[in-house]
């Protein structure tokens, strides 16, 4: 994820400076520095602040609001997270950048058993459905930005909310509409990305193929893998995967004991 932010990072200064806003004194483009050089995300968080508060009517709302929004993702700050990014679609709701993230935090922090379980996933899809609506509509920040360098970018916006689509559909036990969803985003990717092969691998297991999940994990793997903390989720499922073989083997011949559910250590993330 941490390159991702950079590169939307990049894509939002670029997206500003196309819009054409302007800073009206040079209090407020020292504000606006100060955010944007700011050391560490609590820093960068406490730069917004300062501006929307010093300036109620700046032009870089937007702007800001999404800095706030992924300095809050990046301090594991949910409900900061999803507050700045919907501010930010107050100020522009075709925001895709800001539609794809949101659906796919949503996706990773939704647990079966929320009594609101329902409320955010019905929210999740719309904000994935809104932006691949406003994709193919876009137009390059940047008029030397490459042909092929916009393409790859918009694929991958494209791949994030299916993605996002597809946590939602798993989290309803839907695994028809998120096998679905996962392999249009494979697909789609510009870029390889081993988190989706894992959310494939998941849901393709939880409809007992386990040969082909453990092909898709393997491919997760390879790719780098999907790290929370000191643990890769993708080799946590195929140990998982491993036990399901060993334990088909051992009760063979004999009545099948119930599937085990997918452990904690196996839930979407980001």
Do not use: C
């Not at 390159?3 to 990049?10: A, D, G, P, Q």
């Not at 920040?141 to 991958?156: C, G, S």
């Not at 040969?211 to 998982?240: C, H, P, Q, R």
Request: charged share 25%.
């Amino acid at each position: 994820m941490k390159k991702s932010t950079r590169v939307i990072f990049l894509f939002i200064s670029l997206t500003v400076v196309a819009f054409g806003q302007k800073p009206k004194s040079q209090e407020e483009v020292d504000m606006l520095l100060a955010i944007q050089n700011a050391v560490d995300p609590a820093a960068q968080v406490d730069a917004v602040h300062a501006l929307l508060i010093t300036f109620k009517n700046t032009e870089f709302k937007e702007w800001a609001n999404l800095v706030a929004m992924t300095a809050y993702s990046k301090l594991n700050d949910f409900e900061n997270m999803l507050l700045y990014g919907e501010e930010t679609l107050k100020h522009n709701p075709e925001n895709v950048d800001v539609l794809t993230i949101l659906a796919y935090a949503i996706g990773t922090r939704t647990k079966e058993f929320d009594f609101d379980k329902e409320e955010k996933l019905t929210k999740a899809e719309d904000f994935a459905r809104r932006a691949l609506r406003v994709i193919p509509t876009m137009e390059k920040p940047n008029p030397d930005m490459l042909d092929e360098d916009w393409l790859k970018l918009t694929n991958n916006l494209t791949s994030n909310a299916h993605d996002a689509l597809g946590l939602s559909a798993f989290l309803r036990k839907d695994y028809a509409a998120a096998e679905q969803a996962f392999k249009t985003s494979i697909a789609a990717a510009s870029t390889e990305n081993p988190t989706t092969f894992y959310h494939l691998a998941r849901t393709l297991r939880a409809t007992s193929r386990n040969d082909e999940a453990m092909e898709l994990v393997d491919k997760s793997i390879a790719l780098g893998g999907v790290m929370v903390g000191d643990s890769d989720l993708a080799k946590t499922l195929k140990a998982n995967l491993i036990k399901d073989k060993a334990r088909a083997m051992f009760n063979f011949g004999s009545k099948p004991t119930p599937k085990p559910k997918p452990s904690a250590t196996e839930t979407p993330v980001e």
